[in-house]
């Protein structure tokens, strides 16, 4: 098994997401599908990275400069994203500042973190089909979700009533000024800005963040800015009659996540009310077919 073979042992029995233990194995093997270790089986093939120098392992996680920024910023914990982000770069031409991937796998480290905390753990993990679900009796249900891109955040809200029909929709572009954390605590303010608007009095929001549900609904627990913003939110949502705000499978966020990506590549503000687009209809009836 090799000198290192109480190492990889260690690896395979984390709790983590296989596809990270996958990764670390093929670093670890030198076997990532880098230019110059494809150009050792097809000769014809040029070994240069698409940026800079020669592509080998060590090139692709450390000295390629765009790898050396994500470094700056997240260290050896976001090599995953740092080489989903070059994949992205050869295949499709598109690639995010370093930043953007930090936020990405922070975020996605801290959800995984809590879900395992909060819930029964999820590895081994069993695929589950996740369905909308209704609201209780005279409650209106919000989903809200956010999006961001170079810069930018869409943010996206969507009512429904008890039986699933829509009652308002919401999206709208703004300047991501601070970081993933204080964007999705600003969508949740355009949710509730929105069920003001509308008059609304029993509300149950829904959020694919357990990181922000958990923020608001353990406010006192934060003392930083994120914290006192948290309270500001939960501050709003005592003036309805009755609030909670819920984690929701990403599976059961579609009509929101489908607004929020829709403003923020349109670079536009969209407003609606029961007369909504054919999308969004498409959306509704997909969730109707799949309620619980």
Known sequence: MGPHR?????????KIIPKICIFAWRVGHEILPTNSKIATIQPSLNPACQRCGTETLI???KDC????ETLK???????LNSWNNRNNFTFRGKEEDASTKWTRALTLSNDFKIHNLSEKPMLPYQPIGRKWIKPPREMMKINVDVAI??????????IKD????????????KDLTFNSEWAEMMTIEEGVSLAKSLNLKRVQFEFDSSNIVNKI??????IRFLGQRAKAIYKKLRSFEEAVIKWAPRSSNKIADFICNFV????????????????IHDLVILDAINES
């Not at 109480?6 to 984390?14: A, G, R, S, T, V």
């Not at 910023?73 to 090599?79: H, L, M, Q």
């Open 6 to 14: 109480l190492f990889w042992k260690m690896i395979w029995k984390l």
């Open 59 to 61: 090139h692709a996680l």
């Open 264 to 279: 923020l590549s349109n670079n536009c503000i969209w407003n609606f009310d029961v007369n909504y687009s054919k999308e």
């Open 149 to 158: 891109e170079e810069g930018k955040m869409g943010l996206g809200v969507i």
């Open 73 to 79: 910023c997240g260290g050896f914990d976001d090599r």
């Open 217 to 222: 609904n353990r406010r006192d627990q934060d």
């Open 65 to 68: 400069p765009t790898a050396r």
């Open 162 to 173: 008890e039986d699933g029909f829509v009652l308002g929709g919401y999206g709208c572009v």
